[in-house]
């Protein structure tokens, strides 16, 4: 891309018919000047533009020579000119080329097309002496040290279709610091008046003799005023509820001297906006800081004691020496989407409707007091939860629907016929077409007339230049997407984070705007906010406190730009995480900053994570209540940690003296169980030994025993065998001796003398003993215990032996 730099001759028309032919020479000097600076830093003059140059720069310092022209013009004598000063426009893009076969201005070839026309236009918006460029210019070049930039804003230029950003060059050595507004803004050669219309504006009290289409409507908004202490105008977004209050009721109350008129919106502190509009009515020559003190002061005493209000009306009263106040309560929904505390919610109704209630039974002044809220209708859910204001609603709404085609038709001819401009034939019918019934199209119908103002054409509005503007439906879109395109890429990233602030996310409603501070968004983002309240996309204010504000245009932005809801829909769980933070953080406020308000749990690790993601899209508040919360997380941990870890080491040291505790015991136990084994070893030895010691015992006494037995039985028989024998002998002699007598018969049983036992022997049975026995007269004998006459059936055939 090349850079582009264009000087002209302020006032040349003028110093040509004052200086004829000084001119010449001054003319001379001026392009010897150009020429010798042009080169210094790298440029090429491409042609002369009637008292100016066009030059190109493919590399180079174009800023340091817009610089060193100006301080070279300044300092060079141009007698009998007092000054001459030079304008010097800078721009950037690619350019169209063509081939010469001859030489033009030292070059063969010349540049033409969109860039350079462009460049033309913005040179022609500033003054003499002014450098004016352009954020294309700021992306090829380098900014010389000291320069700064100070944002001119956004221009329509002429015969061009999008208004371009225009930046002026600031630097110490340039010789001029200030200038007036840019060209493009003083229209000096134009009768245009100044427009009817209000874009997305609401119309104000200063603009009623512009406002038509709600003459019925006004009229019957003044009955119901003038008989009960509150009235509630409750429509759809965009349906024209502020307009209709302060251009059409107001304008009819003011007039009279015992009404006195006051305004305000709830926004995030309601009680603090009550008492900042209450207070200087009281105290009127209170300055900033004094106010500030009074507000907070009366916001104690409306807490403490919310009858405290009949009194501060009657005061006020009595100061503005007026008999009535009409407090105007404007986009009451804003005490439903921005304030977060429900005390505080209730608080500021029941104050409400005690002077509502007060005016209402006659106590004090009659009718001292009249609240008229402007609501929107989808907000009527959370409205009718407050049990007064529900009562209240029954006969003191007032519904505002959509514009008739007549009153539409009034609303858009009217303004213009008024200041002298017409519409093309069959426009107006075009238009009504394509506004259709839709109450929200009434923003986008204002916005659309306002645009085509700026391009009308010999005081007329034509079909081309509503063709142009992309018709009602798309002129809000259209705008925005030309400021948007004009801007660079970190401008882009910047505004897509400072959209999505100025809006609340709706839930069961619709996404409403935010009214959001300048310390919220901080020094980078305020400095593209008010380019964008240039370009009527944002509005700039203070609050009662002394801050700047800002919020978005009109809701009917959010509804209809494709922009701003792609980007809502895509930071929507974002931005409802985030009004859950904001709503925690006023209540961490509220209690004292009390530690037991911070986060934890799962919101604290989520604002921790997010924290670390999206730290620019958190205010200094936010991050200040995030951080805390950390450090309270980590002192907790920290403190867990530690008597964890002193727990753990009584447990070890507890572990490690039971099992040295353990081991000891087990040593002992494997000890005695090697003597328990060494001791059953030696007992089964012992017992071993005693065991064969006791066989061998009793194997030795068997032995001896049989030994013994033996002996005896030897003995005895060797006894028994002789006595036998002796017996037999005997016995052998007297049978011998009885033979001698014929009666004679051997006795069965002998008589043995002592009774002494008897070896008996039998064949094939072992040797038993045997005793005689008397029996009778005669002598029996006993077996082995038994007599004999029991047991010789049992016996076998048995002989003496001899």
């Given at each position: 891309?090349?850079?582009?730099?264009?000087?002209?001759?302020?006032?040349?028309?003028?110093?040509?018919?004052?200086?004829?032919?000084?001119?010449?020479?001054?003319?001379?000097?001026?392009?010897?000047?150009?020429?010798?600076?042009?080169?210094?830093?790298?440029?090429?003059?491409?042609?002369?533009?009637?008292?100016?140059?066009?030059?190109?720069?493919?590399?180079?310092?174009?800023?340091?020579?817009?610089?060193?022209?100006?301080?070279?013009?300044?300092?060079?004598?141009?007698?009998?000119?007092?000054?001459?000063?030079?304008?010097?426009?800078?721009?950037?893009?690619?350019?169209?080329?063509?081939?010469?076969?001859?030489?033009?201005?030292?070059?063969?070839?010349?540049y033409f097309g969109r860039v350079l026309n462009r460049t033309a236009r913005i040179m022609d918006t500033a003054s003499g002496g002014q450098i004016v460029l352009t954020p294309e210019t700021l992306e090829?070049?380098?900014?010389?040290?000291?320069?700064?930039?100070?944002?001119?804003?956004?221009?329509?230029?002429?015969?061009?279709?999008?208004?371009?950003?225009?930046?002026?060059?600031?630097?110490?050595?340039?010789?001029?610091?200030?200038?007036?507004?840019?060209?493009?803004?003083?229209?000096?050669?134009?009768?245009?008046?100044?427009?009817?219309?209000?874009?997305?504006?609401?119309?104000?009290?200063?603009?009623?003799?512009?406002?038509?289409?709600?003459?019925?409507?006004?009229?019957?908004?003044?009955?119901?005023?003038?008989?009960?202490?509150?009235?509630?105008?409750?429509?759809?977004?965009?349906?024209?509820?502020?307009?209709?209050?302060?251009?059409?009721?107001?304008?009819?109350?003011?007039?009279?001297?015992?009404?006195?008129?006051?305004?305000?919106?709830?926004?995030?502190?309601?009680?603090?906006?009550?008492?900042?509009?209450?207070?200087?009515?009281?105290?009127?020559?209170?300055?900033?800081?004094?106010?500030?003190?009074?507000?907070?002061?009366?916001?104690?005493?409306?807490?403490?004691?919310?009858?405290?209000?009949?009194?501060?009306?009657?005061?006020?009263?009595?100061?503005?020496?007026?008999?009535?106040?009409?407090?105007?309560?404007?986009?009451?929904?804003?005490?439903?989407t921005l304030c977060p505390d429900v005390n505080i919610r209730q608080m500021f109704l029941d104050i409400l409707f005690e002077a509502v209630t007060a005016s209402e039974v006659g106590t004090d002044i009659?009718?001292?007091?009249?609240?008229?809220?402007?609501?929107?209708?989808?907000?009527?859910?959370?409205?009718?939860?407050?049990?007064?204001?529900?009562?209240?609603?029954?006969?003191?709404?007032?519904?505002?629907?959509?514009?008739?085609?007549?009153?539409?038709?009034?609303?858009?001819?009217?303004?213009?016929?008024?200041?002298?401009?017409?519409?093309?034939?069959?426009?107006?019918?075009?238009?009504?077409?394509?506004?259709?019934?839709?109450?929200?199209?009434?923003?986008?119908?204002?916005?659309?007339?306002?645009?085509?103002?700026?391009?009308?054409?010999?005081?007329?509005?034509?079909?081309?230049?509503?063709?142009?503007?992309?018709?009602?439906?798309?002129?809000?879109?259209?705008?925005?997407?030309?400021?948007?395109?004009?801007?660079?890429?970190?401008?882009?990233?910047?505004?897509?984070?400072?959209?999505?602030?100025?809006?609340?996310?709706?839930?069961?409603?619709?996404?409403?705007?935010?009214?959001?501070?300048?310390?919220?968004?901080?020094?980078?983002?305020?400095?593209?906010?008010?380019?964008?309240?240039?370009?009527?996309?944002?509005?700039?204010?203070?609050?009662?406190?002394?801050?700047?504000?800002?919020?978005?245009?009109?809701?009917?932005?959010?509804?209809?730009?494709?922009?701003?809801?792609?980007?809502?829909?895509?930071?929507?769980?974002?931005?409802?995480?985030?009004?859950?933070?904001?709503?925690?953080?006023?209540?961490?406020?509220?209690?004292?900053?009390?530690?037991?308000?911070?986060?934890?749990?799962?919101?604290?690790?989520?604002?921790?994570?997010?924290?670390?993601?999206?730290?620019?899209?958190?205010?200094?508040?936010?991050?200040?209540?995030?951080?805390?919360?950390?450090?309270?997380?980590?002192?907790?941990?920290?403190?867990?940690?530690?008597?964890?870890?002193?727990?753990?080491?009584?447990?070890?040291?507890?572990?490690?003296?039971?099992?040295?505790?353990?081991?000891?015991?087990?040593?002992?136990?494997?000890?005695?169980?090697?003597?328990?084994?060494?001791?059953?070893?030696?007992?089964?030895?012992?017992?071993?030994?005693?065991?064969?010691?006791?066989?061998?015992?009793?194997?030795?006494?068997?032995?001896?025993?049989?030994?013994?037995?033996?002996?005896?039985?030897?003995?005895?028989?060797?006894?028994?065998?002789?006595?036998?024998?002796?017996?037999?002998?005997?016995?052998?002699?007297?049978?011998?001796?009885?033979?001698?007598?014929?009666?004679?018969?051997?006795?069965?049983?002998?008589?043995?003398?002592?009774?002494?036992?008897?070896?008996?022997?039998?064949?094939?049975?072992?040797?038993?003993?045997?005793?005689?026995?008397?029996?009778?007269?005669?002598?029996?004998?006993?077996?082995?215990?038994?007599?004999?006459?029991?047991?010789?059936?049992k016996l076998p055939d048995f002989s003496f032996n001899d």
């Amino acid at each position: 891309m090349s850079v582009f730099l264009f000087t002209d001759i302020e006032n040349s028309t003028r110093l040509w018919e004052e200086h004829k032919t000084a001119m010449r020479s001054v003319l001379a000097k001026h392009d010897n000047i150009l020429q010798d600076v042009v080169g210094k830093h790298g440029g090429h003059i491409i042609r002369h533009r009637g008292d100016g140059m066009s030059i190109v720069f493919e590399e180079g310092t174009p800023l340091k020579c817009a610089i060193e022209i100006q301080q070279r013009f300044a300092a060079e004598q141009w007698h009998p000119i007092e000054t001459l000063r030079v304008r010097v426009g800078l721009h950037a893009g690619e350019a169209e080329r063509r081939e010469f076969t001859f030489e033009t201005m030292g070059q063969k070839e010349e540049y033409f097309g969109r860039v350079l026309n462009r460049t033309a236009r913005i040179m022609d918006t500033a003054s003499g002496g002014q450098i004016v460029l352009t954020p294309e210019t700021l992306e090829e070049t380098t900014s010389p040290e000291g320069a700064k930039l100070e944002n001119l804003g956004l221009h329509l230029l002429k015969n061009l279709d999008k208004p371009q950003k225009i930046y002026g060059l600031l630097h110490p050595d340039l010789p001029f610091k200030t200038f007036p507004p840019l060209r493009s803004l003083a229209r000096a050669d134009s009768k245009i008046p100044d427009t009817p219309y209000k874009g997305l504006f609401a119309f104000q009290e200063r603009d009623a003799p512009f406002f038509f289409g709600r003459e019925i409507f006004t009229e019957r908004l003044l009955q119901v005023v003038d008989r009960q202490a509150m009235t509630a105008v409750i429509g759809p977004s965009g349906s024209g509820k502020s307009s209709v209050v302060y251009a059409g009721l107001v304008p009819h109350l003011r007039p009279d001297p015992g009404i006195l008129i006051a305004d305000f919106r709830p926004g995030s502190q309601p009680l603090h906006t009550l008492s900042a509009v209450l207070v200087p009515l009281i105290e009127p020559e209170l300055s900033q800081d004094e106010l500030i003190l009074k507000v907070m002061d009366m916001v104690e005493l409306l807490k403490k004691d919310i009858t405290t209000i009949n009194p501060i009306i009657k005061e006020l009263l009595e100061e503005q020496n007026a008999r009535r106040l009409v407090l105007i309560a404007n986009q009451f929904e804003e005490l439903y989407t921005l304030c977060p505390d429900v005390n505080i919610r209730q608080m500021f109704l029941d104050i409400l409707f005690e002077a509502v209630t007060a005016s209402e039974v006659g106590t004090d002044i009659p009718m001292n007091f009249h609240l008229i809220a402007t609501l929107r209708a989808d907000f009527m859910g959370q409205a009718l939860t407050h049990r007064p204001f529900a009562d209240s609603l029954q006969i003191s709404s007032v519904i505002l629907g959509p514009m008739n085609r007549d009153e539409l038709e009034r609303a858009i001819r009217n303004p213009a016929e008024k200041q002298g401009i017409i519409f093309e034939g069959g426009l107006v019918e075009r238009i009504l077409d394509d506004v259709g019934h839709e109450p929200g199209n009434l923003p986008l119908l204002q916005f659309a007339l306002t645009l085509m103002w700026e391009r009308q054409e010999n005081m007329k509005l034509t079909h081309s230049i509503y063709e142009a503007i992309g018709h009602v439906e798309g002129a809000l879109t259209h705008h925005a997407n030309i400021i948007y395109d004009e801007l660079t890429e970190m401008e882009k990233e910047l505004a897509h984070k400072i959209f999505i602030q100025l809006v609340t996310p709706g839930e069961g409603t619709e996404d409403t705007r935010r009214l959001t501070t300048r310390l919220e968004l901080g020094e980078e983002k305020w400095i593209l906010v008010q380019q964008l309240a240039d370009a009527r996309l944002v509005v700039t204010d203070s609050d009662p406190n002394g801050q700047e504000v800002v919020e978005v245009v009109h809701e009917a932005l959010i509804r209809n730009w494709d922009i701003l809801h792609r980007w809502l829909i895509q930071d929507r769980i974002f931005r409802t995480w985030q009004e859950r933070l904001r709503t925690a953080l006023a209540q961490w406020h509220a209690s004292g900053r009390d530690k037991g308000a911070l986060l934890r749990g799962a919101l604290l690790a989520e604002a921790d994570e997010l924290g670390q993601q999206r730290n620019d899209e958190f205010s200094q508040h936010e991050n200040e209540f995030i951080q805390t919360s950390i450090e309270a997380r980590d002192t907790t941990l920290i403190a867990i940690e530690a008597q964890r870890q002193r727990e753990l080491k009584q447990a070890q040291a507890l572990a490690e003296s039971e099992f040295q505790r353990a081991e000891e015991h087990a040593r002992a136990s494997k000890r005695l169980q090697w003597l328990a084994v060494g001791l059953a070893f030696v007992m089964i030895i012992v017992l071993g030994m005693a065991a064969w010691a006791c066989f061998e015992r009793q194997n030795a006494q068997t032995e001896s025993n049989a030994r013994a037995t033996e002996v005896v039985v030897r003995t005895t028989t060797a006894e028994h065998d002789a006595v036998f024998a002796q017996y037999q002998a005997e016995t052998e002699v007297k049978i011998a001796l009885s033979q001698k007598s014929d009666n004679y018969s051997p006795p069965l049983l002998v008589s043995y003398p002592n009774h002494q036992p008897l070896p008996l022997r039998g064949e094939g049975s072992r040797r038993m003993l045997y005793s005689p026995l008397h029996v009778g007269e005669g002598l029996g004998v006993v077996v082995n215990g038994y007599k004999i006459s029991e047991v010789c059936s049992k016996l076998p055939d048995f002989s003496f032996n001899d």
